[in-house]
């Protein structure tokens, strides 16, 4: 007995964890790198990005990445190289991905170098190159156009290259003996078996102020949420409500490191740790989450808002036009709500009540106290 | 699937003392090659949380990066890294213990990862000079390969087939031969090569666990006739580095390494055109020594080593429930390794069929083969209409085979070290859960207080460092 006993443990222990798919979304908005320059400059952090995907590649044999950037006017892939028009008109969130002349990424032209693994130079080399060429298309006419960035852009095609890898990388689901062997186990074993491809975000953030992709990025953490894939957040300079949100939601990492010119130890230490390795180390994440939304109409982001009894959508007014909903048109009465204040107030009291004496995350807490009492 | 291959290789390292580990470590490449395939993966964490941390890193915080629960992860992640050598920890002045990188593994890894240095040990590709004649496609590398290492697998087998030495055209070289026989894996009977229990072990593994544990037998040999350890493995590690296809110099290949060429291309590990070539290519069985040759959908699925011809024929046994067994194959090597368990009756053009009976299982236990890998070797080639019912193989065979073979064996082995004259209640149940923590505890009497473990230089530096901890207080 004790023999089966130790060569289970052993096997057990070595057995390979699952590759996993690390899709960078990289904020390159050169608004804010230009104010971050000068503690820490897009080339710097750039080379301990690099640094950063090789020291995952090597993780894991299996591991891949892809690099997103969103940039001011666009959001684009810097790796893998976006080759045939054909990927690009299923991937492209934005539409206008579309760059010449950038197939056969993987040529024979990148020079041998005997003192790197080669695995590493294809793609730092793929990289390097495409981001070369997406700040040599940026001109001072899309620098003026806008001072934030397509993170909801980038988000999506993160989440749609992700999805992609995933089917690829499900076992031959398609054959027969495997349909049969899903069959006979149970769900929850099928579901482990067909998905062996564990991925997951992580957004190097340093433009603030994207409440107007509030809807867009929005849907994109409950697409993540959905399909279990963790958002990391590395928020280097500015504040979003909406990126803490993120990684709360989708169980992430953020941080908001004090010193960014260390930013190599930030993520090899929080964010490289893949999902198999965060089972049993404890995750920086964000303390007091900030779980406000951004108002539909004009993108602020409220305390106190107003919704839609339809479509849910947020306004932060109750002076509509024609009283109709902007996102449904449907037709709302706010005046009775209007009309009745005492019976909000009362409410929210009892929120603030709560809120103060409870020392934890005030949305986490609320809708289990409420209930709790009535039926324990 | 590089799970048994890769421990194979790691118990080899660790067997390693402290100077040659120091040796092998300045070469960027071995260092990524031991990370990447030879750390568990919570030890790849702590690696590289500490690269380019500029400090040492105070135990109680990497205890506090990790949760309670984890207690057993960590204990085995650290206890591997300070095996290797990869991690030393120190005390410091205020007696707390504080954890760091040795130095040439941190200095070579962070060389590997930003590709930087000039040590150009990832292999240097040979230039138009040096190569003279068309590159060679990974078909006939891999047709190259193959050949030669089923001839390797044929030879061990042929002798307990029943197979005439040389009545099929498949041979090996003398070298390899004798390394063979060196590594225990086959014994010369009557002029007839006969296979041993390691060597059964061996024939029924993973290509990929294979190739390592012969390379192993090599590495052992090779220290005997005055080859350098270290050369030899970083050689070893830079071919799993390497790009099949791509032809490589052997202009910077040290005598040693010359001549492990050509060992190697006789095994089908690297090919040459001829002896005094200038330049090799690697081939798959070189290129997948440091990393799971298994799924990696996307980057090569043509190519991947699915294309071997063993697995080609996966799925091929029919087992029924009255021991009967049939064969879908024409493969010599197939056939050779059914017949060292079943009692083979007929065989046609492309199906063998026989009976697995208690002679025949008694006559494989004798030589060495487990039940386990009777049938882990029926279940993993099980036929694809087998494989439709869970268990693969009916169960009442299953059973059987194993009850034949306890009839013979009733004790079991284990080499280790007995732990016992435990002062206290308190002391034993510490030190013993410490050890089921590392997943060297074999067996423990708590009445007795002892207990028995499998390796002891872990517990003995805990029970240092205990003593220490006590003296200072």
């Not at chain 1, 990445?65 to 492209?92: C, D, E, M, W």
């Not at chain 1, 908001?256 to 490289?272: S, W």
């Not at chain 2, 030589?367 to 439709?388: C, F, R, V």
């Amino acid at each position: 007995m004790n023999t089966i006993d130790g060569s289970d443990r052993h096997v057990q222990t070595d057995s390979a964890p699952p590759p996993s798919l690390l899709a960078i979304v990289l904020d390159t908005n050169p608004h804010a790198w230009a104010h971050l320059s000068s503690s820490l400059s897009l080339s710097a952090a750039l080379a301990n990005i690099l640094v950063f995907i090789n020291a995952h590649l090597a993780s894991g044999n299996a591991n891949e990445v892809a690099v997103i950037a969103s940039h001011s006017h666009k959001a684009t892939f810097l790796y893998p190289t976006p080759t045939a028009p054909q990927p690009k008109a299923r991937n492209g969130a934005n539409g206008d991905v579309a760059m010449n002349g950038t197939d056969d990424s993987k040529g024979h032209h990148i020079a041998e170098n005997p003192n790197k693994y080669r695995a590493f130079a294809l793609v730092e080399s793929a990289i390097l190159k495409n981001f070369a060429k997406l700040l040599d298309e940026t001109n001072e006419s899309h620098l003026a156009a806008t001072p934030t960035t397509l993170i909801g852009g980038a988000i999506s095609l993160a989440l749609t290259y992700i999805s992609k890898s995933t089917m690829l990388h499900a076992p031959t689901a398609a054959s027969a003996e495997s349909m049969s062997l899903a069959a006979l186990a149970d769900s929850e074993n099928a579901h482990v078996d067909r998905i062996p491809l564990t991925s997951r975000i992580l957004i190097v953030s340093v433009s603030g102020d994207l409440a107007n992709q509030y809807i867009p990025v929005m849907n994109s953490i409950f697409a993540a949420q959905r399909k279990k894939i963790p958002i990391d957040i590395l928020k280097l300079a500015g504040d979003t409500v909406l990126l803490q949100q993120a990684s709360d939601a989708t169980g992430g990492v953020y941080m908001k490191p004090d010193r960014p010119e260390g930013l190599l130890q930030y993520l090899m230490m929080a964010f490289l740790p893949d999902a198999t390795a965060r089972a049993s180390l404890v995750i920086p994440s964000a303390g007091g989450v900030d779980f406000r939304a951004a108002c539909f109409c004009h993108r602020k982001v409220v305390d106190v808002g107003f919704v839609c009894s339809v479509c849910l959508s947020i306004f932060c007014s109750s002076n509509l036009p024609d009283n109709l909903c902007l996102t449904c048109g449907s037709y709302l009465s706010l005046r009775s709500a209007l009309i009745n204040p005492p019976a909000l107030i009362p409410r929210k009291k009892k929120k603030k009540r709560k809120v103060g004496t409870d020392s934890a995350t005030p949305g986490a807490s609320t809708p289990a106290g409420s209930s709790t009492p009535m039926h324990p | 699937m590089s799970a048994s291959s890769s421990i194979q290789a790691l118990e080899y390292l660790q067997g390693l003392p402290l100077q040659t580990h120091r040796k092998l470590y300045e070469a960027p490449s071995t260092v990524l090659a031991v990370f990447r395939c030879m750390l568990p993966h919570l030890a790849k964490s702590i690696v590289m949380a500490m690269l380019y941390m500029p400090s040492a890193l105070p135990a109680a915080d990497l205890e506090a990066w990790f949760k309670p629960s984890a207690r057993r992860e960590r204990e085995q992640a650290l206890s591997i890294l300070d095996r290797l050598h990869i991690l030393t920890s120190k005390r410091e002045d205020d007696r707390s213990l504080s954890y760091s990188l040795s130095q040439g593994f941190q200095r070579s890894l962070r060389q590997a990862i930003e590709g930087s240095g000039t040590h150009r040990t990832f292999g240097v590709p040979a230039t138009k000079a040096e190569r003279r004649e068309e590159k060679l496609g990974i078909d006939f590398l891999d047709q190259h390969a193959r050949t030669q290492w089923e001839g390797i697998l044929f030879f061990m087998v042929s002798g307990a087939a029943g197979f005439a030495p040389g009545s099929v055209k498949m041979d090996v070289g003398p070298g390899t031969k004798q390394l063979l026989h060196k590594g225990d894996l086959v014994r010369t009977v009557h002029e007839t090569p006969k296979i041993t229990k390691e060597g059964f072990t061996f024939v029924l593994q993973e290509t990929n666990a294979q190739v390592w544990n012969l390379l192993i037998v090599y590495l052992r040999m090779g220290h005997e006739l005055g080859m350098s350890e270290t050369e030899v493995l970083s050689f070893l590690f830079m071919l799993g580095s390497l790009e099949l296809g791509q032809d490589y110099s052997t202009s910077t290949l040290s005598d040693t390494q010359l001549q492990m060429l050509d060992d190697l291309s006789a095994m089908g590990i690297v090919y040459r055109s001829s002896k005094d070539s200038r330049t090799f290519y690697p081939t798959r069985l070189a290129t997948t020594l440091t990393s799971d040759s298994g799924a990696l959908p996307g980057t090569d699925i043509s190519t991947n080593e699915k294309t071997d011809s063993k697995a080609q024929n996966k799925g091929f046994i029919i087992v029924e429930t009255n021991y009967r067994l049939y064969a879908y194959t024409n493969s010599l090597i197939q056939i050779a390794i059914l017949s060292l368990f079943t009692k083979l009756q007929h065989r046609f053009p492309n199906l063998v069929s026989g009976k697995l009976t208690k002679e025949s299982v008694h006559r494989a236990v004798q030589s060495g083969i487990t039940s386990a890998q009777i049938i882990s070797y029926l279940t993993t080639y099980a036929h694809p209409q087998m494989q439709k019912s869970n268990p693969p193989l009916p169960p009442t065979v299953m059973d059987q085979i194993r009850l034949w073979e306890y009839e013979g064996e009733r004790v079991e082995v284990t080499t280790g070290y007995l732990m016992r004259e435990f002062g206290s209640e308190v002391e034993y149940r510490d030190v013993q859960g410490y050890a089921e923590a590392l997943g060297v505890l074999v067996w423990k009497n708590d009445a007795e207080r002892c207990f028995f473990v499998s390796h002891v230089e872990q517990i003995s530096a805990y029970l240092k460092k205990k003593k220490e901890g006590r003296g200072g207080r």
